[in-house]
Each structure stands twice: as structure tokens, then as C-alpha cells.
T-cell receptor
């Protein structure tokens, strides 16, 4: 597709379950980012990938969070043993390269609700 | 001091008004800047990049003041469709070959008929 695609668009799960969120970046974009946005709050950086290089995981809030990017394209963000505070919208963005002047293009997000 | 600070608003302005938002950033190593807009329950979308010389896109004008470390966005002749949250975004070099994008929490604008 033309834009960043995320799935699922909504996810409701019970506390303690694992969830997997998917992001398909814009074709040709080598940089991929994950953010989290809680209700009424700003964007919280989680992780980024540049091509096949090792990711910058500095924003991941705990070791329950992990992400991978296979083949330099699709990425999955996994949250293990979910907690209620994990409820948020998880946004994925991509850019042509991880350059200073490159804007990021966002997907519609996955709205995650932990019961 | 937060890395990127914005007045959360809300700014309630009548249609046709001119409104300006400021954003300050703390890291003098910051090298590129953007304004994004985010509609309620939607993803952020790039509004415009901010260049050192200032730039204009229709009714929108962005300015950068490196000495004072602030960025501004001016909206002229406000439309109802301008109602949104405006996010200030700062991109800086972080480590060798790495960059980090920091988003402000946004300024909410409501344009009133």
C-alpha cells in the first residue's frame, strides 16, 4: 500500500497475555520507529530500526517489550505478560532513511486495551 | 527542563483569526525540526519542516530561532479544519550515526465558528 500499515487496528486482551503488533512500512523506507501514546499524552519513543542494523532499544520501558524487523521491512512489537499500564495506542512510523532531514510517516496505530 | 516544551493550550480562536504557537527545545545539538498535526484519535501527520531561514506553506509559517532555541508556527486566516493538536518535533544527532526524534506533547487548537 501507499502508507504505513499497522495491524490489528484494535486489540483487547486480558492482563498477563502476550500481544504482538505488526507494522508494514512504506516500500523503500529503511528507517522504522515504534512509539506509544497514552490517552491525552504525548508520543513516547520506544525503538527504531535502520535497515538491518542493530536497533536502538533505548526507549523500551521494560524487558517485557521487544521488537524485531525481518528482512529490513515488516516489524513486530511484542509485549509479554501485559499489564494495564500498557494500554495505549502503539504507532509505527517509517522514513526514507534515518537522516536528520527525513520526516516520518505514521500508520494509523494499534489501540491496545488491557483488561 | 524538558527536551521539547509546548504550551498545551487549548487555544480557542474564531475563524479567520491568526494564531501562533511556540515550542522550546533544550538540546543545542538539535539539528532539524518539524511541525506535525494530530487530529483526535488519529495518527500524527507531517505539517511542515522548519528551516533555518523560515518557511511558509500557504497559511502556515514556521520560524526557527537557534539562539533562543525555539520554533514557532503561525497560522493565518484560521479555518475550522485547522482544529487539531500541533506537535513540535525535534530531531538531533545521538551517538555515532544515530538520530533521535523527540515529540512535544502538543498544543491543542480549537477554531470556533
Amino acid at each position: 500500500g501507499a502508507g504505513v500499515s499497522q495491524s490489528p487496528s484494535n486489540k483487547v486482551t486480558e492482563k498477563g497475555k502476550d500481544v504482538e503488533l505488526r507494522c508494514d512500512p512504506i516500500s523503500g523506507h529503511t528507517a522504522l520507529y515504534w512509539y506509544r501514546q497514552s490517552l491525552g499524552q504525548g508520543l513516547e519513543f520506544l525503538i527504531y530500526f535502520q535497515g538491518n542494523s542493530a536497533p536502538d532499544k533505548s526507549g523500551l520501558p521494560s524487558d517485557r517489550f521487544s521488537a524485531e524487523r525481518t528482512g529490513g521491512s515488516v516489524s513486530t512489537l511484542t509485549i509479554q505478560r501485559t499489564q494495564q499500564e500498557d494500554s495505549a495506542v502503539y504507532l509505527c512510523a517509517s522514513s526514507r532513511e534515518q537522516g536528520l532531514g527525513q520526516p516520518q510517516h505514521f500508520g494509523d496505530g494499534t489501540r491496545l486495551s488491557i483488561l | 527542563r524538558k527536551e521539547v516544551e509546548q504550551d498545551p493550550g487549548p487555544f480557542n480562536v474564531p475563524e479567520g483569526a491568526t494564531v501562533a504557537f511556540n515550542c522550546t527545545y533544550s538540546n543545542s545539538a538539535s539539528q532539524s525540526f518539524f511541525w506535525y498535526r494530530q487530529d483526535c484519535r488519529k495518527e500524527p501527520k507531517l505539517l511542515m519542516s522548519v528551516y533555518s531561514s523560515g518557511n511558509e506553506d500557504g497559511r502556515f509559517t514556521a520560524q526557527l530561532n537557534r539562539a533562543s532555541q525555539y520554533i514557532s508556527l503561525l497560522i493565518r486566516d484560521s479555518k475550522l479544519s485547522d482544529s487539531a493538536t500541533y506537535l513540535c518535533v525535534v530531531n538531533k544527532r545521538w551517538g555515532a550515526g544515530s538520530y533521535q526524534l523527540t515529540f512535544g506533547k502538543g498544543t491543542k487548537l480549537s477554531v470556533i465558528p
